[in-house]
Nanobody
Framework: QVQLVESGGGLVQPGGSLRLSCAAS????????IGWFRQAPGKEREGVSCISSSDGSTYYADSVKGRFTISRDNAKNTVYLQMNVLKTEDTALYYC??????????????WGQGNQVTVSS
């Protein structure tokens, strides 16, 4: 069964850090582009970051550039999102998703259930 499971979220103070993990089961992440998305209450879902399968190219939303880093560990079949200097506006439900195309520019075929990140003092 194909499954993506996010973990690592929680409550953190502004300026703090968290690392989200996206672990895959039932398929090998190597061949997929993996994206991170988030949705805050009352707002539309937005793309946060993506890493392609071909050359490992990475992409970031302007709002997180310089603060977030996406990486993949193929041996662990896991993709990470390191989030530093967190702001209250980063509070959201974070999802990871996998694209069979291997490209960050297309649609996503598999989605995780989401992991809550709350940034608050």
């Amino acid at each position: 069964q194909v499954q993506l499971v996010e973990s690592g979220g929680g409550l953190v103070q502004p300026g703090g850090s968290l690392r989200l993990s996206c672990a895959a089961s039932g398929f090998t992440l190597d061949y997929f582009a993996i994206g991170w998305f988030r949705q805050a209450p009352g707002k539309e879902r937005e793309g946060v970051s993506c890493i392609s399968s071909s050359d490992g190219s990475t992409y970031y939303a302007d709002s997180v550039k310089g603060r977030f880093t996406i990486s993949r560990d193929n041996a662990k079949n896991t993709v990470y999102l390191q989030m530093n200097v967190l702001k209250t506006e980063d509070t959201a439900l974070y999802y990871c998703a996998a694209a069979t195309s291997g490209s960050c520019g297309g649609g996503y075929n598999y989605w995780g259930q989401g992991n809550q990140v709350t940034v608050s003092s």
